[in-house]
């Protein structure tokens, strides 16, 4: 699942609004605003800057995908709550689901009674076709889910795996079902903009410019019908923009990284204004080098691990918005806490000094004058990276910096380019760097992406797909392929033991804060939206979720 980072860019003069009625050439451009059955409009915004006209729901380059619309268009087979990964998936277009005992084969039921939004019919073919289709083109297939046979059976469609798939259930019960009346004659998928949606969800597209969307509720819904009547989607030019929309009322539903988000939106309108900002499985964190450098020795990471302050990044770096990891594990909590192994169950982190002294000290290291020397004798010194005008990211540097000059590490806090840093970090050229890991429905996903050793490559070589720390372990290649492997509980839980394990022991990366799933919104007009006590599903408009949210919307009294 792509993560959800906050950044806050430059902010910008107010003044750079956007240019209402701009001109597009857009099909959709001249059509009307009319709402649907269920009255009442809902205003989401994001600062994405001006948008092409692109509705192909698996382009995650698309203007659907950056503001979020595709989810009120496209649905899944069932809907996965990521704050809440222990959850069973809702059934969506999927009446109900079964794998085999092995997980090499998942028959899917389609739900009768459904209709696109031309009228016909969905049934098990168009299932059949929306994963055969991820099959034959791998760009659209984003999870990279290894299918090979899609078969019709009825009204079930069948699915056969070469290996099991239970780590990859959330990825294929999400995947977007397309018609296959309108999708079997486009020549090439991967770059189709789809400029006249036809899907199952309860809204459909009204009208596009480069500045914004309109989406209008349709009749024949299968669900019961959203009292929503009409989505207005705005595409900001920037925070700043997008912040003063929030704050004004303009804007009801975003998520945007919003420095003193109590002074600048909440407190306009502490009865309506809102801000909720869950975790999932994701996490962000200090990736270190394993391989070459001062944080090829485990003392060290271990040290500085115990030096970072992270509830200082969740306040300072994260605006208080993405909570700090509380786990040595790297688990997010309360989200991952029945994945946590009995050891670790009651374990926190905190800073702790003296403690991060004496390990060094124990493993030979030396201060000399405040300055801290390896064992060999060599001055620690430390450079932190990350790219220029990321601020939350060089901010949580700074603050680890801090933490390390505590040892007497020399750290310095460098910037690149984007694409200087990107292409550093999957070669394996860095000290340290804050970067995002992967989240799923399981911890599996975010310890595959920092310990999978079938993406160990050698400094200089690129490891996009993970491990870019080049830690090496024996132990974590044989845990990640046992979990991916197991067909029961009691397996998945001692190969996920052992990645823990290694997480805590070894420290081959150090986690820092959520990788969050929130959002900004006004009960003003709309009450109904996931909170804490009805964390029903992210509140994050971007979501797949988002869809779930809508439905759930009634109108204030």
């Known amino acids: ?298 003392a060290l990471r271990r040290a500085v691990n115990l030096v970072v302050d992270r509830q200082l990044i969740h306040q300072q770096g994260q605006y208080g918005l993405a909570p700090a990891v509380e786990s040595p594990t790297g688990i997010m909590l309360p989200a991952g806490e029945p994945f946590l192994a009995p050891q670790y169950k009651n374990a926190r982190l905190k800073v702790d000094v003296p403690a991060a002294r004496r390990i060094l000290k124990e493993a030979g290291y030396s201060l000399r004058d405040g300055a801290l020397h390896d064992p060999g004798g060599e001055r620690v010194e430390i450079t932190l990276t990350d790219p220029a005008g990321w601020a939350d990211y060089l901010a949580d540097l700074d603050i680890i910096k801090a933490g390390m000059e505590k040892l007497g590490i020399k750290a310095a806090v460098r910037t690149q380019t984007v694409e200087a840093w990107t292409e550093a970090f999957n070669n394996g050229e860095f000290d340290g760097t804050m970067h995002w890991t992967n989240g799923g429905s399981t911890p599996y996903d975010m310890y595959k992406n920092i310990l999978d050793q079938e993406q160990l490559q050698a400094i200089g070589k690129p490891a996009a797909g993970g491990n870019q720390g080049r830690f090496t372990s024996a132990a974590a290649g044989r845990a990640i392929t046992a979990y991916a492997a197991a067909t029961g509980d009691d397996a998945r839980a001692e190969a996920l033991g052992t990645l823990q394990k290694i997480m805590v022991e070894e420290v081959p990366m150090i986690p820092t804060h959520a990788n969050a799933l929130g959002a900004e919104y006004s009960t003003k007009q709309w009450t109904g939206w996931p909170d804490e006590a009805d964390p029903y599903a992210p509140p994050q408009p971007t979501q797949a979720n988002s869809l779930d949210v809508v439905l759930h919307l009634r109108a204030a009294s």
């Open 1 to 298: 699942m792509t993560p959800a980072r906050i950044r806050s860019s430059a902010l910008l003069a107010i003044s750079a609004m956007l240019l209402a009625g701009a001109c597009t050439s857009s099909p959709n451009a001249g059509r009307g605003t009319a709402k649907g059955p269920g009255g009442g409009v809902l205003t989401i915004g994001m600062p994405s800057g001006p948008q092409s006209e692109n509705h192909n729901p698996f382009l995650n380059t698309s203007a659907g995908a950056a503001l979020g619309y595709r989810h009120m268009m496209y649905e899944p087979l069932a809907m996965v709550n990521p704050i809440r990964p222990a959850e069973k998936p809702k059934p969506w277009l999927a009446q109900k689901w079964e794998w085999s005992a092995d997980y090499k084969t998942l028959s899917l039921t389609a739900r009768p009674g459904v209709t696109w939004s031309d009228g016909k019919p969905f049934t098990a073919e168009d299932i059949a076709f929306s994963f055969d289709l991820v099959k034959r083109h791998p760009s659209l297939n984003g999870s990279a889910v290894p299918y090979d046979s899609v078969k019709v059976q009825g009204d079930s469609v069948v699915l056969g795996f070469e290996t099991p798939q239970f780590v990859n259930e959330a990825n294929i019960l999400s995947l977007f079902q397309v018609p296959k009346h309108i999708w079997q004659e486009i020549e090439d998928p991967e770059t189709w903009t789809n400029p006249k949606p036809v899907a199952t969800g309860p809204y459909t597209l009204d009208r596009f410019t480069p500045q914004g969307v309109t989406l209008k509720q349709r009749e024949g819904y299968w669900k019961e019908a959203p009292e929503v009547g009409e989505l207005r989607y705005t595409s900001y030019n920037d925070n700043t923009a997008a912040t003063t929309a929030l704050a004004n009322g303009t804007l009801q539903w975003s998520f945007v990284s919003v420095p003193n988000i109590d002074k600048v939106y909440t407190s306009k309108d502490p009865a309506h204004h809102k801000a909720w900002f869950p975790s999932g499985l994701g996490i962000h964190g200090l990736w270190i080098n394993t391989e070459r450098g001062p944080f090829k020795d485990r």
